[in-house]
């Protein structure tokens, strides 16, 4: 059965950093299920192969090449989008990237990298397609944060500091917007295996660790656990939520699993 209170069909979606990973992913569910779908990312010959792979017989997937700490090509995405389009009805903030080593490891260089991309462009890219939103009197947006908001991880200090950034934007954008038809959430998921993390999940005592932390006892998997939440803030069925986060993490954040029944 079809229930119009969770449809994002015809919606046009933009997707930061949908070439891959959990952006590729929430990005294919909502081509599944009608939506208009726009992708970014850096490497166009990955954008486009992605592109190609997600589209089905009624939904082209449309690829624009930006790099989303740059402002300028910010301006250019979203003004081809609207050019397009027309309108920006759901905007999905999830191009990030991680460095992990010690804190007093970190360069200048590799900070402003990593705060750039997660913080800084997530912002100034949802401030860009918000005063479109805003001039319609509607739209959605949702940014992916991460488990660190809550605990930081150890050697991942700059990325940790930039999602506890990006929770507080959720918090801010979606107060301030509220009022203007605007609705801000985010969705910070657990322990998904990507194309950018599969090497570490691969690794035996990381997994183990993983698994024995997490209460359903298994990692994430994107293609199943991720893209339901995203459809579900982006439709009416969570039209009274906003600047709220939901953790997607098989019950990680839930509390701190000890060995007593090993006692």
């Known amino acids: 059965m079809n229930d119009e209170l969770f449809s994002v069909e015809e919606r046009v979606t933009l997707v930061s950093g949908g070439s891959r990973g959990i952006g590729r992913a929430i990005a294919e569910g909502f081509v599944r299920r009608g939506a208009k779908v726009i992708i970014t990312g850096r490497d166009p010959e990955v954008l486009d192969q992605t592109a190609q792979e997600i589209s089905t017989a009624d939904v082209t997937v449309k690829p624009i090449v930006c790099d989303v700490a740059d402002t300028d090509q910010q301006k250019v995405l979203v003004d081809q989008v609207i050019s397009t389009y027309g309108h920006i009805d759901v905007l999905i903030n999830v191009a990030g990237v991680n460095i992990r080593k010690p804190v007093e490891d970190f360069s200048v260089e590799e900070y402003n990298f990593v705060m750039d991309i997660n913080l800084h462009g997530a912002f100034f890219l949802s401030q860009a397609v918000g005063r479109h ?12 944060d991460s488990l660190n908001t809550a605990s930081p991880l150890k050697h991942v200090a700059p990325y940790a500091i ?28 657990g322990f998904f295996p990507t194309d950018l993390s599969k090497k570490l999940w691969a690794k035996k005592h990381m997994h183990d660790w993983a698994v024995a932390n997490t209460p359903m006892r298994r990692l994430g998997d994107v293609d199943t656990d991720l893209p339901g939440t995203a459809i579900f803030l982006a439709s009416d069925a969570s039209r009274f939520m906003t600047g709220q986060t939901l953790y997607v993490d098989g019950g990680f954040s839930a509390g701190t699993m000890w060995p007593i029944d090993q006692a």
């Open 133 to 144: 939103m805003i001039a319609r009197g509607s739209g959605v947006q949702i940014n992916i």
């Open 162 to 189: 930039s999602k506890a950034g990006m929770s507080m934007m959720t918090r801010c954008l979606g107060m301030e917007w509220a009022e203007k038809g605007v609705r801000v959430n985010g969705i910070a998921p």
